[in-house]
């Protein structure tokens, strides 16, 4: 016969607080995403989530600790989501394009995420956790493609990353089959910008997606 085994007390608990904060934070992820974080009270977070009010100060100090949280966890989705899309891809100047094309999709394939992030696209390029570098990288690595011998300023970073955070989120407000054309539009601005070539521009804007 089988041997009957428990779990242990401190397993169950775990599970248990595991599922509260998990609870929380897909109710920060909500209202963020319905854009009704900044006047959410604690006490409404913890109703949507069917948590105690009590129970949201065992897991964040404030609604501000949440929403990080909540943000830094769909963020890692989203690069997850793009480190696939980009496998096996290794010229600089075509992760860039792909990378913004794709992210000018987002809302096509994942509407919930897309809500959340896109809005939040200027504070996650600043650094935050968990895309810290993750476009500036990107942008770093495709000026040094283009003219490896010129030396770039952090401002021609900034000024490119704030292109694309800002159209990303002006995206956002438009019908669909005009996010696209955006997005592709964005890649050969943020390209010619650096100083990619024309042809090489209009091959990776028109490359076809998976």
């Known amino acids: ?13 775990a599970r248990r607080k595991e599922r509260t904060r998990a609870a929380l ?3 920060a992820q909500e209202l963020l995403a319905d854009g009704r974080g900044h006047d959410a009270s604690i006490k409404t977070i913890t109703e949507l989530a069917d948590v105690g009010f009590g129970s949201f100060f065992n897991y964040f100090d404030n609604k501000t600790e949440l929403f990080d949280a909540a943000i830094t966890e769909v963020a890692q989705r989203y690069e997850e989501w793009l480190d696939e899309r980009l496998t096996g891809v290794t010229d600089p100047l075509q992760r860039l394009a792909l990378s913004i094309r794709y992210t000018g999709r987002l809302h096509l394939s994942h509407p919930d995420e897309a809500s959340l992030l896109i809005g939040q696209f200027a504070v996650l390029y600043e650094g935050k956790a968990p895309l810290d570098g993750r476009i500036s990288a990107d942008i770093v690595g495709a000026m040094a493609a283009v003219a490896p011998e010129v030396p770039r300023g952090s401002s021609t970073v900034i000024s490119v990353a704030g292109a694309i955070a800002a159209v ?13 054309q955006l997005a592709d539009s964005l890649v050969a601005d943020v390209l010619r910008l650096i100083g990619a070539d024309d042809a090489v521009i209009d091959e990776l804007v028109h490359a076809p997606l998976d």
Request: aromatic share 0%; proline share 10%.
């Open 1 to 13: 016969m089988e041997k009957i085994t428990t779990v242990p007390p401190e397993g169950r608990n």
């Open 168 to 180: 990303l989120t002006a995206a956002s407000t438009l019908p669909e089959e005009s996010r696209a």
């Open 25 to 27: 934070v897909r109710a």
